[in-house]
Each structure stands twice: as structure tokens, then as C-alpha cells.
């Protein structure tokens, strides 16, 4: 009897690390994306999961039109959205190419 109730503590400890470790910042996370996703607008500056930099221009039921360079639009899905930029980090990287460039 005692080692079954020492088995059964064990495997409850053992449960919830797994799940503070595992599960519970996995649904933080896809929490966040869903977030994410949820409240894109046209406009926006966003990051696909391919790496491709755009510009939001309209948001559909499950894709986005977004232009990623001057009048080139391509149609993707919301879910390969993996971030968003903010209107102050696309001068910088641009000065940045410009300084590397002209040295």
C-alpha cells in the first residue's frame, strides 16, 4: 500500500512538471498567434513563417493579400503569419543596406 500511494505522488509530480514545462507554454504561444492572426488589418506590417516581408492590403476569411514590394501582391494564408513589424524597424534596415553599400 505505501508503495502505491508513493507511485501515484510521483506520477503527479511527474505530470505537472510536464505540463508547466510542455503543454502550458505551448498554448501560451498558440494563444499569442491566434491573437496574432486574429487582429491583423489592412496595412499592417507582418513577417510570413517563409521569411517573405509585406505590407497587409486585405484580410480574407483564411488569407491575406499582402504587397511585398511596390505593386507585387500575393495571396497567403492568416496561419503563415509569424510576427509583426513595427513601422520603426523597416527605416533602420534600410539605412543600414544604404551605409553598406555606399562604404
Known amino acids: 500500500m505505501q508503495g502505491a500511494t508513493s507511485l501515484i505522488i510521483l ?3 511527474f505530470g505537472g512538471i510536464f505540463y508547466f514545462l510542455l ?3 505551448q ?13 491583423l488589418k489592412s496595412g499592417d506590417r507582418i513577417i510570413t513563417a517563409g521569411g517573405i516581408h509585406g505590407s497587409v492590403k486585405k484580410v480574407m476569411e483564411e488569407d491575406l493579400l499582402i504587397e511585398v514590394e511596390d505593386g507585387t501582391i500575393m495571396k497567403i494564408q492568416q496561419d503563415s503569419v509569424v510576427e509583426t513589424e513595427s513601422e520603426e524597424k523597416e527605416p533602420e534596415k534600410v539605412e543600414e543596406i544604404e551605409e553598406e553599400d555606399n562604404s
Open 11 to 13: 506520477l503527479a509530480v
Open 23 to 25: 503543454i502550458r507554454p
Open 27 to 39: 498554448r501560451k504561444k498558440q494563444q499569442q498567434h491566434e491573437d496574432l492572426v486574429n487582429n
